[in-house]
């Protein structure tokens, strides 16, 4: 059963648990995969714990609190590497009490020029999703956005264009490039409008900004007429950022950037977000990576069930085992 009580009640859930000791109590074996690990002292008998697709550990029940359980999680032997405090500017974006019915309820936060604002949490806990209505491609049900004091309104993606927002989705490939065009033809998709002189786009204008694009990113390729399908992941992804880049953004909302791609890549990204935001730039960095969340960003916010469980400056008081708490809490409360 593999995460059988993500979308149920807490009534179905205790359903669920009945119909489960009926089943074990019959002699059938249940193998039972979650990450709500308040729920493993209710049916469990033994707990098994994985990390980065390696077995760790079993436990009986009675040996695995949820500290123990967290402790096996990140490990003894992780090293990261402490963030460098640094300074940013005023809160110029605002999100107040954002709902989407279902999926993530009364979510509120602040976003300072210049800062990178890391979003952590498990699988299910509505990171993407709340991005993704903040920028237009979902809708939002209820809530309020304010961008430098104005209340703003965010329908489509046009209008989060409009108002400076860009977005790296999470699925590069599906939702972020047109594999079969060229790298040109991508860094140049969301700006047309821009770069069009009474409504002619001259190659002149896209090679000479692809070019530059390329160049500052340090995409490796054959050239701007390379098709985006033939680039390694991480220079695909750096393409699409290229793509948002061209925009000139106010705000870059990145999810997961640094997925399915080599450890070089993710850190010249890491070092191109840093310059980003020293422009001004301000910078919602999502990933399941606590280490990448711990060692980048200015500020942690953790989700859990659609809620926020913690929100506080990355000062080097949070670590990985607490960050892994909040975001297995059940419904905001501690387990």
Known sequence: ??????????????????????????????????????????????????????????????????????????????????????????????????????????????????EILGITGLAGAGRTELVRALYGADKLEQGQLYLDGKQIKISSPREAIAHGIAFVTEDRKEEGLVLDHTISDNINLAVLERIAERFIITQQTEHQLSDTMIRDLHIKCNGRAQLAKNLSGGNQQKVVIAKWMATKPNILIMDEPTRGIDVGAKAQIFELLRELSEEGVGVIMISSEIPEILQYSDRIMVMAEGKVTYTGENDGAITQEQILNYATMASGKAA
């Open 1 to 114: 059963m593999d995460e059988p009580t993500s979308s149920l009640s807490e009534k179905d859930v205790q359903k669920l648990f009945n119909v489960m000791r009926k089943l074990a109590a019959s002699g059938m074996g249940i193998v039972y995969v979650s990450h709500r690990l308040e729920e493993l002292p209710q049916i469990a008998n033994r707990v098994t714990v994985f990390r980065d697709g390696r077995y760790i550990k079993t436990l009986p029940i009675e040996q695995a609190p949820k500290s123990e359980i967290i402790r096996q999680m990140v490990g003894d032997n992780v090293a990261i590497e402490q963030h460098i405090k640094r300074d940013v500017g005023d809160v110029f974006f605002e999100a107040r009490q954002l709902s989407s019915d279902g999926v993530f309820s009364d979510v509120s936060f602040d976003l300072h020029r210049g």
